[in-house]
């Protein structure tokens, strides 16, 4: 068990609608980073968080966003959903910034229709 | 940016072989190289990892050796069993805030 948790873990939403999914981190853990895993495919790296702001981000368009709370528990919003979004998102925590372990949780499946 | 080939993409071995699974990366900046096994509905789990000062690092039947000079490392797992099954995946990161970059996964299948 990882202790990285992640909610919901399903959910279906319309194309151009807005979603928000949510990530509790590791105990101890002051980094988390979020990746979209497509069907068949590895995970891709959208952004990292740490000490409450983003600093770092993979090719991704601006409507990929995302936010830290003191509590270092993280969201990822994504914005006028298309189709292509569809996929498993998953968070990974890390106890610092830079080249250390990753811990995933068991992601949220989303589904856009 | 970073690109991660890894092949076979699909390995299939009897219980009790050996599995060996491999990865090139294209950024020599690089200098970490986890490897993750990922089951059907769940996340990836870590399972091993290697820094750049190191060429071969063993955790029970699970190794891996990395190449920095070819600029490819590998998975290795002896005694293969049935849990072994699943898709893993090799990944490399230079470090800082780039986040890992991922190969496309190897479905390991383990025949009884």
């Known amino acids: 068990e990882t202790g990285v948790t992640q909610s919901p873990t399903h959910l279906i939403k319309t194309r151009g609608q807005q979603v928000t999914l949510r990530c509790s981190s590791q105990?101890?853990?002051?980094?988390v980073s979020w990746y979209q895993q497509a069907l068949g495919q590895g995970p891709q790296f959208i952004f990292q968080?740490?000490?409450?702001?983003?600093?770092g981000r993979g090719n991704f368009p601006p409507r990929f966003s995302g936010l830290q709370f003191p509590n270092y528990s993280s969201e990822l919003n994504v914005n006028a959903l298309e189709l292509d979004d569809s996929a498993l998102y998953l968070c990974?925590?890390?106890?610092?910034?830079?080249?250390?372990?990753?811990?995933f949780g068991q992601g949220t499946r989303l589904t856009v229709v | 940016g970073e690109n991660v080939e890894q092949h076979p993409s699909t390995l299939s071995v009897q219980e009790g072989d050996s599995a060996v699974i491999k990865c090139t990366y294209s950024?020599?900046?690089?200098?970490?190289f986890p490897w993750y096994k990922q089951e059907l509905g769940k996340g990836p789990q870590l399972i091993i990892d290697?820094?750049?000062?190191?060429g071969e690092k063993k955790d029970q039947r699970i190794a891996v050796t990395l190449n920095k000079t070819a600029k490819h490392f590998s998975l290795h797992i002896t005694e293969t069993q049935p849990e072994d099954s699943a898709v893993y995946f090799c990944?490399?990161?230079?470090?800082?805030?780039?986040?890992?970059?991922f190969g496309k996964g190897t479905h390991l299948i383990i025949q009884p």
């Open positions: 990974a925590s890390s106890s610092e910034t830079g080249v250390t372990e990753a811990f």
């Open positions: 950024d020599s900046a690089s200098n970490y």
């Open positions: 290697i820094r750049s000062n190191v």
């Open positions: 105990s101890g853990h002051n980094t």
């Open positions: 968080y740490y000490r409450e702001e983003e600093n």
């Open positions: 990944a490399a990161s230079r470090g800082g805030a780039d986040g890992l970059t």
